[in-house]
Structure formats: structure tokens, C-alpha cells
């Protein structure tokens, strides 16, 4: 038998989830040709491209190159900033990764193009455990966040909140006409215009995180819109 759990189900450390003819993902180790729990997680199985994912209940968000983020500018450098990723590492955004074209960053005063207390959506270029990571900003829909509301949840429960290939947020997104920004370390801004929408996707976010382990869930945010009067297209 191929897979000994089944999807959302809560496992505990060193629990068996299914053999090699599956691909692990997350919080899992392999022994003996087998796939196995390393933390108290939920279950996703993916059936059709023979995934098996252990999303931990709870964790600290560790950087992995590629990921997108939201941070908080702590402190101005000569020649870079130093960023709070809400991880146990803080990050490094060099001036050469926010500045358009070589310039002698040395010679400017940094804190006039990003200052402590701003937010930016960065992506993580670089980082191993023998150096802080390293994140730009020069790349299309990354950069300074000058309005919306920055909402943080436990980073295990992000995937619950994005979905299966973004159908969750696609969700949210469509029924409030909101703007989600969804960082993978936990972090998320709302954009809208519409204080009662934003005030609704906050409710929204929050429910996801406290019931992200529980069956059912994208139901259930359909029904919690609809007790809103929110119309919720079929195939959102």
C-alpha cells in the first residue's frame, strides 16, 4: 500500500505516511524506502503527481531561495538594509538589488530611498545556514509597499491560505475585489479601498489560520462569505 494516512490528516513525529512511489514534501524524512512525519502536521495528498506534503501545525519560517516575502526595514547600512523576515535570520537587501544601475552606494544616504519602518515584497535570491539571506527587490511586482494592511499568521498555515494552485486567495481575491500579497514567510497585505472588504478578508485570514488543519475549508469560507452576502462563483 502506497500511502498509510489520508489528506488532512493529523500526524504525529515519525509517523509512516506513504512509500518512495510518492514524492515528499515538507516536514518528512525517507528511511527505509518509506516517508515519514518529523512534526506534529497535516496531510495533502496529491494523488495525480503522487505528492505527499506534512505541513507543520506550527513553525518558524526558514528562508529558501526563490520564496517571496514581506519585510520590515530595521536598519540602514552604508551600502545595504537590513531586513526583518519574521525568521530567525535577518536578511540583507544590498543597495545593488534596489538600485536601477550601478551607483556607488557608499556615497548615498540609503535611508532617503528605504527607511526603517517600510515594507517591501522581496524575493529570496540566496541563503544557506552559513550566512544571512540575501533579497532583491528589482524584479516585477516586488518592491516598496506604500498602502494596504499587513496581516501575520502562523507561516505553516500559508499553503492553507494560498491553495491548490492558488485557489483559495483566488477566491478571496475575487468575491471582495481585495488585493492579496501573500509572503511564504507568513505575512500577508490586503489592498483595497474598501475598509469593510479589508475588514472581511482579515476575518477571512484569521479563520483560515485557526481552522487550517480541519476538512473542508475552502466550503466552509465559501458558506462564511455567502452569510455575508457575498456571491461566490462556483469555480473560483
Known sequence: MP??????DIVVPGEPLASQLFKGEGAVYVEKRKIYAKALS???IDSESKVIRAIPLKKKYLPAKGDKVIGKIVDVGVTHWTVDI????????QATEVLPRPTDAARMDLSKILKPGDIVVAKVIVFDLTRDPLLTIKERGLGKITKGTLVQIDPAKIPRLIGKKGSM???????LGV???VGKNGRVIIISDDREKEALAILI???IEREAHVSG???RIKKFLESYGIEVENNA
Open 169 to 175: 486567495a483566488n477566491m478571496i481575491r475575487k468575491a
Open 205 to 207: 485570514i484569521r479563520k
Open 217 to 219: 475549508l475552502t466550503d
Open 3 to 8: 500511502v498509510y494516512v489520508r489528506d488532512r
Open 86 to 93: 519574521n525568521s530567525p535570520y535577518p536578511a540583507i537587501l
Open 179 to 181: 488585493d492579496l500579497i
Open 42 to 44: 497535516v496531510v495533502e
